[in-house]
Structure formats: C-alpha cells, structure tokens
C-alpha cells in the first residue's frame, strides 16, 4: 500500500521554512538567470519583460526584508489608547510601504552594483551585472529569513494573500453599487489595454538605426589597441601589421567583404585622378547582429613613391567587377611614403596623417 508523500517535504528544510514572498523573490531570480542563458528564451520577449521586472523589484524588496523583518500589528492586535486612537504594536512597515521602497531602493541598487562593476575587470556587461545582482538579492533573502525566523512568530512579517483575495473578490464581483460596478469594468478595460502595450513594446520594438562600424586600429606599447600612430613611412617589401574591424548593428546577420589597396593618386582642381592601383588584401567574414570582427594583418607594398592611398573599402556581401569608392559601403584610407629598400623615406606632415575617414575605434 503506498502512501502520498507531499512534495514538499523533498526540499531542504530551510527552503522549506521560506516565507512565500522571499520563495517568490528567489524564484524570480532563478528564473531571470534561465531566461537569460537558456536558447530560446534568450532571444524571446519573455527575457525582456523578465528582466525589466527583476532589475527594478527583486534587489529593493530583499534589502528592505532583510531591514525589516517585523510586521506591524493585525486588526486583532489593536487596541485603544488613553488617548481614544488606535495605536499598533510592532515597528515594521506595512504592504503599500514595502512596496514603494522596494521600487525606489532597486532603482538605486542597480545602479551601485553597475558603478562597482565598472572598477574591476569584468566590467559593466551581460554576465557580471547579472551574476552580481542575483547574487546580493540571495544574499539579502538569505539575511531577511533569518532575520523572521529569529521573531516570534505573531511578530514576522507576512503577505495577507488571503485577505486580498477574499478583498479582491468582493469588490469586483460584488460591487455595492452600479458606478462601483462601472468603475471595475473600466478597471478591467485599462488594465488589458495596459498589458497590451507593453507586451506589443517589448514583442516589436523599435531597432533604432541600421549602421555598420568601420575601423582601423594599432597597437601601442602596452599591447593595447588604439586609433593612433598608424605607420605611414614603409620600405618596399617590408611589412607592418594594421587591425581592421567591422561591428555589425543592422539588425541581422551580414556577409562583408574587405578591399585593401594602394593607390598612386593626383590632385587637380579638388579632383582626384587614380593613376595606378595594386590591390593588397581581401577578407571575408558573415557576422550576427551586435557582433565585432577584427582581423590583424601585414601591409608589405611594392608599388613606391610619396603620398600613396593605403585605401579599405568595405562592401555588403562581394566586391563588384570595378570597385571603387563610390560603390562601397564604408570607405577608410591612410597616406602613406613607401621607398625603395635601402632609401629612407620622406617623413609626411601631421596633417597628412592616419587619422583621416576612422569612422570608429576601440581602445
């Protein structure tokens, strides 16, 4: 003969003795971190309204338990003072005002945490602002149960989800008069058309601007990649490494094509005539949306002379039969000096310098 067994009695003990809405706040933490790393979920709006609701109530209404582990009195527990006012025993707070402080304290907890974050090596990303928050609201559960479980038990804090309940029903299905059942459909109304609308926000938002990031980088002396001192004197066979990089935000993934060459160029009249044109390099790469590819190479030129276009065009996709700029997407160029080997090469001004057409730069 078998018996039931409630499945509570399969938890640990002190999960077991867990007040309903500290299980709640760590349930929502357990779930905030699934929707976050589970395949599927991540990419749905359940993450979006998940998280929305987990960074602004969760953080505040663990740190406000963990202050305030007592409840103030019940009606039972009212009584007259000499004065003829109630007074109440017990210096919690009550339901409205843990609410409210639940709200206004995450606002300014998350914030913290992130300013934390952003003087350590992780940084402000993903992963970090997401480990480090659930952690503290655990932390604070932990600290609020423990907290309860050290009062005596007509003195902890509970949630009247019975009361509401009982109060809920009663004023939406038993009005006491036609406006009050008029003000509830109206209620009702509003309150579907709300959730409508954040749920349409959050199932189709607005993508912003469509761009792609193109760039070139160096390296400085303390292996760290920056916009600046792009070499612009080369020995004909003699190489020098560049890193160029794409960033995609175009809402989709995007195959690129890269184009490096370099061009013996005259000026005439503000024209600008290409006399002869060697090409160099040529990269491919698909990237996902909100992904960055970087791709260090050498540039070992053959063609000589002064005041060469060292010129990147990027192309959505493959290269047409005559590129040129006008035909690609994102056009970057350095003036370079290239020498024969053995003769040193004129140095060009500042102003004819590397920085020109970066659309972007990483450090």
Not at 250 to 272: A, K, W
């Amino acid at each position: 003969m078998t018996r039931d067994v409630d499945p509570k009695l399969l938890l640990p003990r002190p999960i077991r003795r867990l007040p309903a809405d500290l299980a709640v706040i760590g349930a929502l933490v357990i779930l905030t971190i699934a929707v976050v790393f589970i395949p599927g979920l991540n990419t749905s709006p359940v993450r979006a309204i998940i998280g929305l609701l987990f960074v602004l109530f969760p953080p505040g209404y663990a740190f406000i338990a963990a202050l305030f582990p007592e409840g103030i009195s019940t009606d039972e527990k009212m009584t007259e003072s000499t004065e003829g006012n109630p007074s109440r025993f017990g210096s919690g707070i009550d339901g409205l005002e843990r609410v409210a402080l639940s709200f206004g304290t995450s606002i300014a907890i998350v914030p913290l945490i992130g300013l934390i974050l952003n003087f350590t090596p992780w940084g402000i990303r993903l992963v970090p602002v997401l480990l480090s928050l659930s952690l503290f609201t655990l932390c604070m559960t932990v600290i609020a149960a423990v907290r309860r479980w050290d009062l005596p038990a007509e003195e902890r804090f509970r949630v009247p989800y019975k009361q509401w309940g009982v109060a809920t029903k009663v004023e939406l299905l038993e009005p006491d008069t036609r406006a009050d059942a008029a003000l509830n459909v109206v209620l009702a109304i509003s309150l579907i058309l709300a959730v409508g609308s954040v749920g349409y926000v959050v199932a189709v938002p607005n993508q912003g601007e469509s761009f792609s990031e193109f760039y070139l980088l160096t390296k400085n002396e303390s292996d760290q990649f920056v916009a600046d001192d792009y070499p612009t004197n080369f020995t004909q066979g003699e190489g020098k490494p560049l890193y160029v990089g794409i960033e995609n935000n175009e809402h989709q993934q995007v195959s690129y094509t890269v184009l490096v060459r370099l061009q013996q160029v005259s000026v005439t009249n503000n024209t600008t005539q290409v006399k002869n044109t060697q090409e160099l390099k040529r990269f491919q790469t698909t990237l996902d949306d909100n992904s960055t590819w970087r791709k260090k190479h050498t540039i070992s030129p053959s063609m000589t002379g002064t005041r060469l276009r060292l010129q990147y065009l990027l192309y959505k996709g493959s290269v047409p039969a005559n590129p040129s700029q006008k035909s690609a997407y994102r056009e970057l160029h350095l003036w370079v000096n290239v020498s024969d080997s053995g003769t040193a090469a004129s140095v060009q001004p500042p102003s004819a310098g590397a920085n020109n057409h970066v659309t972007s730069a990483e450090s």
